[in-house]
């Protein structure tokens, strides 16, 4: 089991940053990928980044050099810096944990955080 918890949101003028944070308790020596994702009211919940056991990172195109997803090990955080916010960044950003299962992948999720960007 993997428990997570997310901070760091809130209101940001255009323009602005906030960095999200998530820190992970459990079995955390298992956890392959951890990841970003953010829903907006009426659309899908989208990838916004994800960072690898290896360190890989990938990203969304939307968010492409103006979010860095890191992590630090030692406290078991994954973090999320957003620069430059715009508008149509206004999501609920969830925290997601990638486990091995013996068929599959177990993903487990934080309870969400509001980002509200203001034009």
Known sequence: QVQLVESGGGLVQAGGSLRLSCAATGIISSINVMAWYRQAPGKQRELVALITRSDITNYADSVKGRFTISRDNAKNTVYLQMYSLKPEDTAV??????????????????QGTQVTVSS
């Open 93 to 110: 950003y969830y925290c997601a944990a990638d486990v091995p299962a013996t068929y599959g992948t177990n993903r487990y999720w934080g």
